[in-house]
């Protein structure tokens, strides 16, 4: 194990802040670029079904063409790396076919023995589509890889912009997503904070822990 203190975890946690203004020159380095997209891979989901697609924006011109369907914020222009995190419309069979083929490529095994897992997910599937939540699903799992994404931004001195303030519709056209399985939930810019980003200095606004956090 390979853990980082406390106070190591503490400080990078309060490093961060949502970046308003990316300094353009600076470039996120191959290496940890490299691991933040693994952390991506990494992340947990239901059931382990991975019902997500991120596409990393870092041409030039797609990232610039982004800003018009960003509330015109400039983050996706200036950073170094424009992450789009999208969500799987639908969950079918096919899909948990798949899913349990990857088990078997990973843990070996028998596909048998992973008769009662498809039955359990197929059951979830079904009721999903019946009762029309097979997408909402799909994106609450987006927002743990989103999470996942911006804490390993921080803990490697990455500064991050997450953006709700985006238009799906246009990022799906603009990227090619429309009449795919997916589509847009969510962006996060990553790249290098610039030096006169004011809201780089502002104390952290968050309510008491005692207001947040009930032990019992
Ligand atoms: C899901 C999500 C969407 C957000 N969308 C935007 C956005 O479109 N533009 C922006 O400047 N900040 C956006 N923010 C940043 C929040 O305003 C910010 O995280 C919050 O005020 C807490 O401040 P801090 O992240 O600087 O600590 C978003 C944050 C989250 C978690």
């Keep these: 194990m390979n853990t980082i203190t406390t106070t190591a975890l503490l400080e990078q946690l309060s490093w961060r802040y949502a970046t308003k203004q990316f300094d353009a020159a600076r470039k996120i380095p191959g ?34 063409s982004l800003v ?4 015109n914020q400039s983050q996706p222009a200036d950073c170094s ?5 999208a969500a799987r419309r639908s969950l079918d069979e096919v899909e948990i076919d798949r899913f349990l083929d990857s088990i078997v490529a990973a843990r070996g095994g028998a596909r048998a023995d992973l008769a009662g897992y498809r039955g359990m997910m197929a059951g979830f599937a079904a009721k999903a589509a019946k009762e029309g939540w097979a997408k909402e699903w799909a994106i609450r799992q987006v927002y743990i890889a989103l999470g996942n994404f911006m804490t390993s931004c921080a803990v490697l001195g990455v500064d991050a912009c997450p953006m709700e303030g ?3 519709d246009q990022y799906d056209r603009i990227l090619g997503l429309e009449g795919t399985d997916f589509t847009t939930v969510v962006a996060c810019a990553a790249g290098y904070r ?6 780089a200095k502002l104390p952290k606004v968050r309510y008491a822990a005692a207001d947040v956090i009930q032990h019992v």
């Design 31 to 64: 290496e940890i670029w490299a691991a933040i997209e693994r952390a991506l891979v990494l992340t947990p989901s239901s059931f382990g079904l991975q019902p997500w697609k991120f596409v990393v924006v870092s041409d030039p011109a797609v990232k610039k």
């Design 68 to 71: 018009a369907s960003s509330w």
């Design 81 to 85: 790396h424009h992450v789009v995190f």
């Design 194 to 199: 610039a030096a006169d980003d004011k809201y």
């Design 166 to 168: 985006i238009l799906p």
